[in-house]
């Protein structure tokens, strides 16, 4: 079975500023996929950036960045110039590619000052 | 496009009685995933249908719940004799396909069930 693990259940970061949420897993897959996904207060589960195993450059989607270490298992997101509407809970997700179900961490709660 | 739609967004039940949360997937999409979010976790699998059809309900507890999606409406994820333990927020997901290539899944908002 895999799992999910977020060592950091409460981050903070000032505006403007760089941000980086770990993410580690395990698996014995070869090929999967990751995603982190975003939890505002309004509960809504919003995708923020997805990564395939077998592709070795790492996902970027504008401000938000991911460094996937394929062999330490580690998938950790990188919010650059981080504002206040990143407040939120950031999710880290596994999906087997012969699956369908998500596999999600405990999460881990962003906070930006201003 | 409405997105995925579920209601209530919130539910209150006392214990004993029944909760039955609804979800409309977005459309075209014909496969659905219920997952729960118990507070100050993260969401955890429940069970995987297609239309009329169960696919996966490995993550489903074997008593009290069940879940269905008919060939017209909304899938009915259904909770009987509701105890404290049930208080959460149920997510509805939905797909076109089934999530092979790790694309396509939408996430509803949310019912948050209160057992009272």
């Known amino acids: 079975a895999q799992t999910v693990t977020q060592s950091q259940p409460e981050m903070s970061v000032q505006e403007a500023e760089t941000v980086t949420l770990s993410c580690t897993y395990d698996t014995s897959e070869n090929n999967y996929y990751l995603f982190w996904y975003k939890q505002p207060p309004s509960r809504q589960m919003i995708l923020v950036i997805r990564q395939e195993a077998y592709k070795q450059q790492n996902a970027t989607e504008n401000r938000f960045s991911v460094n996937f270490q394929k062999a330490a298992k580690s998938f950790s997101l990188k919010i650059s110039d981080s504002q206040l509407g990143d407040t939120a809970m950031y999710f880290c997700a596994f999906l087997e590619t012969s699956g369908s179900r998500l596999t999600f961490g405990e999460g881990t709660q962003l906070t930006v000052n201003p | 496009n409405a997105g995925v739609m579920q209601n209530p967004r919130h539910l209150v039940r006392r214990r004993g009685q029944e909760a039955r949360l609804r979800c409309s997937p977005m459309?075209?999409?014909?496969?659905v995933y219920w997952y729960r979010q118990l507070p100050e976790e993260g969401l955890k699998f429940m069970v995987y249908?297609?239309?009329?059809?169960?696919?996966?309900e490995s993550g489903m507890p074997k008593e009290r719940f069940s879940a269905e999606f008919p060939k017209e409406g909304p899938s009915i994820l259904r909770i009987q004799q509701v105890v404290r333990g049930d208080s959460a927020a149920y997510f509805c997901?939905?797909?076109?396909?089934?999530?092979?290539?790790?694309?396509?899944?939408?996430f509803g908002s949310g019912t948050r069930l209160t057992v009272v």
């Open positions: 249908l297609q239309k009329e059809n169960i696919i996966d």
């Open positions: 997901a939905s797909s076109p396909r089934a999530v092979t290539l790790g694309y396509g899944y939408t």
């Open positions: 459309k075209g999409h014909s496969h």
